[in-house]
Structure formats: C-alpha cells, structure tokens
C-alpha cells in the first residue's frame, strides 16, 4: 500500500486536504469517488512534497510579480487537447481534471489545475481565463465567451487552434528569414574584429621596424586596429549603453511609435511586416465576426492584438468612425496605411454581406504575399551581407598589399 496526498472539493463547494493509503493512483481516486467528493489533486509519497515546492515556488513568483509567459506553441498545443477531449464527448471540468492529472512538468501545470478548480466552483470558462490575462488574450477569452454562448465551444477551440497556428507559422517564418543573414554578418563581424586584433597588430610590428613610410590606408588601418586594442573598453561600454536606450527608448510610447512607423518606410523589411499585420488583421477579425462577436468589439481585440503600434492606431481610428455608423473599409482606406486592394477586398464583403468570407481572402492574399516577400529578403540581404563584409575584408587586405609592395619596391631600388 503507498500513502497519497490529495485535494478535492465536496459537493458544497468546500476544498478538502488529506492523505489515505490504497494500492495505486485509480484505487485512490475510486476511494475518493464512493466517499463523495471531487478530485482534483492525488499525487503520491514523494511526488507530493515534490509538487508541493514546485506550487510554493510559483505561488512566490506570482507573489513578486513573475512575468513568465506560456509560449505560443505551449498555447496551441492545451487548446488542440482540450478540444479533441471535448469533441470525443468529455464534459469539461473531467477534461481539465485528465490533463490537470497528467504530470508533464511544464509551464501550463499551474494554469491548467487553476482553470480545473474554478470550474468545480461554479465559474465559467471564459472568466476563469480571463483570470491569466499573459496567457489568454482578449481575443481567446471573447472566443470562449461566444462558444459558451453558441453550445459549440469544442468548435470554436478548433478554430482557435487553428488561429494559433497560423500566428505561430508567420512568426517562424519571419524569425526563419532573419537566422541566416544574422549568422553571416556575426561571423563577418567576430572575422574582422580578431584580424583587427590579432593579425594587423603583427604586420604592424614588422613595418615599425623596416622604419618605412607607409601609404595612407596602411595607417588608417594600422590606427583603427590600435584604438580598438587599446580601447576596447569604451568600445563595449558605448555599445552596452546604447543597446540600454535604445531598449529603453523604444519602451516609451514616442520611442515604440518612431520605429513603427520607421519600419514601414525600410526596403525589404517593410513588405514582411505589412504582409504579416495585414494577414494577422484578417485572420484575427474573420475568426472573431465569424463567430458572433460584434464589429465594434472585434476590432478593439483586433487593435490589441497588432504588433505594430502605427497600424494598431490606424484600426483604432476606424473603429471610432464605424462608431458613427460607417463602414470599416472606408474608414480603413481615409488613412493611408492600408492597401487599396485590401479596403476594396474589405468593400465586396460589406456588399455582399459576407465579410468573413472576403476577409479570409485578404488573409490568404497576404500569407502569400508573407512567404513571397521571405524569399525576395532570404535572396537580397545574403549577397549585400556578403558584399559589405568583403568591402571591410577587401579594405584591409588591400592596406597590407599596398604596404608590402611599397616595401618591396624600395629593396628593389
């Protein structure tokens, strides 16, 4: 016989702690049951002063203000399985309490027994959501609400899923775009910064004592290579202290607004993010009218959910005037920031009166548009890294030669 700790909740509604003995977990859990009461923690021996630390632990960091964050794909992966257990026919509270009782270590223990006893006490699931705002956003927690409301909340977890799947798909191939170029140019950077460190110094050495004179770009390099070894220090502390405001910086609502808008305006760069936010714009709006929730309502989740902070006032802009009872493409099409193509795509669904239809095109138009923009970036930065790196490599080589043949020309006379 093995002694388990658990915790369960009686039919009244009150919370219950304790230990008892039986053969294994299911013996435990089947006492519990003919003794009339709700399980919703049974852990064994030394698996309970286990989970015991670990709860302490996170109590304490929710208690100082952690700020640790499901990741998306963590996200994805709760609303796939709650989904699949709702579809087979589970009711929910035994669907939380199955995957609250699978063990799994990770970040969405806590979150997922939390939800698992708020709805034994009664509450809905959107509100026991809402209760982690950094892991359900205003566009999950509306969803639920509505599925909830409709009795098809197995549907609409779907539908989040997939949501959620094609945010994290754009996200990916965005950070996938920008790995390969920044693997080069830090491997161009940490090159020139050990031949300016290590290999000019050297040569260096040997023209100081030829006593020679020698030409113009030997000693700008010559230079450049001695003020970085003697003061490498300031180098670092100027790049530290200006990483540090410029994080700072960009924190503040001017700052956050500045490189927006300046990301708008680069070439390369500009097409993945409008194609990105006009995709994730879609997407987001389609799911949420096209699961009852009211336009107003739907584009102030939209506007939250935004990355960029000038397209995110563009939105809010739009909803203030749809306010007065316009339409949102019209609206959209008077600031400037939106594509024509997208506003009158935006305009055959007002006439039709089928937008989640002509907003899903849009998404797609966009996604496609996403992935071709990747691959014209993943083309273009790759021969200009290498360009700007070979102009720096070419510079110093050309320093030396110039140096050397100098030299040799005047052993030669």
Do not use: C
Not at 247 to 260: N, V
Not at 388 to 406: E, K, Q
Request: hydrophobic share 45%; net charge positive; charged share 20%.
């Amino acid at each position: 016989m093995a002694t388990f700790e658990y915790s369960a909740r009686r039919a009244s509604g009150e919370k219950q702690q304790g230990s008892l003995e039986a053969a294994d977990r299911r013996a435990a859990l089947l006492q519990l049951e003919r003794s009339g009461v709700i399980p919703i923690s049974v852990v064994e021996g030394a698996a309970a002063k286990k989970k015991a630390a670990k709860d302490t632990a996170a109590a304490v960091a929710r208690k100082f203000g952690g700020k640790r964050k499901m990741k998306t794909r963590d996200i994805l992966d709760f609303t796939t399985e709650l989904s699949d257990l709702l579809a087979a026919g589970m009711k929910l509270s035994k669907a939380l309490g199955t995957m609250a009782a699978r063990r799994s270590d990770t970040e969405a223990d806590d979150m997922i027994r939390s939800l698992h006893e708020e709805i034994n006490r009664g509450t809905s699931l959107s509100d026991a959501m809402a209760k982690h705002p950094r892991i359900f956003g205003r566009l999950y927690v509306n969803l639920i609400r509505a599925g909830e409301a409709s009795g098809a909340l197995a549907e609409i977890l779907e539908r989040l899923a997939e949501h959620l799947e094609r945010v994290q798909d754009t996200k990916e191939k965005v950070v996938m775009a920008l790995v390969y170029p920044s693997f080069i140019l830090v491997a161009g950077v940490i090159t020139i910064v050990f031949t300016m460190m290590f290999v000019i110094p050297r040569f260096s050495k040997i023209f100081k004592d030829l006593g020679s004179t020698l030409p113009l770009p030997t000693r700008m390099l010559i230079g450049i290579s001695n003020a970085i070894i003697d003061y490498w220090w300031i180098f670092i502390a100027v790049t530290v202290v200006a990483v540090i405001a410029s994080i700072q910086g960009l924190k503040t609502p001017g700052g956050r607004t500045w490189w927006d808008r300046t990301q708008l305006r680069l070439p390369l760069i500009k097409g993945i993010i409008t194609s990105a936010a006009y995709s994730q714009f879609a997407r987001t709006l389609q799911t949420l009218m096209g699961n009852g929730v009211h336009v107003l309502q739907a584009l102030k989740i939209v506007e939250q959910t935004m990355n960029n902070s000038v397209i995110a006032a563009e939105i809010r802009n739009a909803r203030e005037r749809v306010t007065d009872g316009t339409s949102i493409s019209g609206p959209l099409a008077a600031g400037n920031v939106f594509p024509p193509l997208l506003t009158d795509m935006l305009t055959v669904g007002e006439q039709t009166g089928d937008m989640p239809g002509a907003l899903g095109h849009i998404a797609r138009r966009y996604e496609n548009e996403l992935d071709r923009r990747v691959k014209i970036m993943m083309t273009a930065i790759e021969p200009i890294l290498i360009f700007a790196i070979a102009v720096v490599v070419g510079f110093v080589a050309i320093s030396m030669l110039l140096a050397v043949f100098d030299m040799t020309s005047g052993l030669n006379v």
